[in-house]
């Protein structure tokens, strides 16, 4: 069962505007939220998180923005540079942080 | 801090033959994992281990395959009588324990291709 969806596989966006992905979650215990950022022949690399106490966490150009009521989450990236051209997954886990549910990914495609 | 790193990169193998993969954590972290990744998916979880105890594993994980973490620092996961079905990306990652333990580094992985 797929407890972390990304309804996107694929989302092109013009270099300097706003890259927005989503996903949402069907498990009401999950209560710590992460973006990877993955490029080709590389692991994941953590991007940013937000714990469920919270409804918005920025690091730089990255925002997570959480909606816990509609069990939704997002990814802001502001402004979109063709360097954050990856595919990115979001992760959710129960508190002790043994294992993450991960979607299956959004390729983000920036074009110069 | 040179990472994970996760050896082979790629593996070939012929249905029925047994493989095993290696991963080297970063040295600090106690906290070991190991994910699988199909094509066109996220990756999911196949097994967590703490020091050298192994503390959680998927149902994904029959008894084909076994993961081990002797001494709390290397880790080797072996599939047995492999299927085609094992055919995916095996990454590796591993974190602190604490407060910074969501933080998880992933190595590369290994692609494996069973034929």
């Known amino acids: 069962d797929q407890q972390v969806k990304q309804n996107s596989p694929s989302l092109s966006v013009q270099e300097g505007r706003i890259s927005i992905l989503n996903c949402d979650y069907t498990n009401s215990m999950f209560d710590y939220f992460l973006w990877y950022k993955k490029y080709p022949a590389e692991g994941p690399t953590f991007l940013i998180s937000?714990?469920?106490?919270?409804d918005k966490n920025e690091d730089g150009r990255f925002t997570v923005f959480l909606n816990k009521s509609a069990k939704h989450l997002s990814l802001h990236i502001v402004p979109s540079q063709p360097g954050d051209s990856a595919v990115y997954f979001c992760a959710a886990s129960v508190y002790n942080f043994n294992k993450f549910y991960f979607g299956s990914g959004t390729k983000l495609n920036v074009k110069p | 801090d040179t990472g994970v790193s996760q050896d082979p990169r790629h593996k070939i193998t012929k249905r029925g033959q047994n493989v095993t993969f290696r991963c080297d954590p970063i040295?600090?972290?106690?906290?070991l994992y190991w994910y699988r990744q199909t094509l066109g998916q996220g990756p999911e979880f196949l097994t967590y281990f703490q020091n050298e105890a192994q503390l959680e594993k998927s149902r994904l994980l029959s008894d084909r395959f076994s993961a081990e973490r002797p001494k709390g620092s290397f880790s080797t996961l072996e599939i047995q009588r492999t299927e085609q079905g094992d055919s995916a990306m095996y990454l590796c990652?591993?974190?602190?324990?604490?407060?910074?333990?969501?933080?998880?580094?992933f190595g590369s992985g290994t692609r494996l291709t069973v034929v």
């Open positions: 040295s600090e972290h106690n906290r």
């Open positions: 937000i714990s469920s106490i919270k």
């Open positions: 990652a591993s974190s602190p324990v604490g407060g910074r333990s969501h933080r998880y580094t």
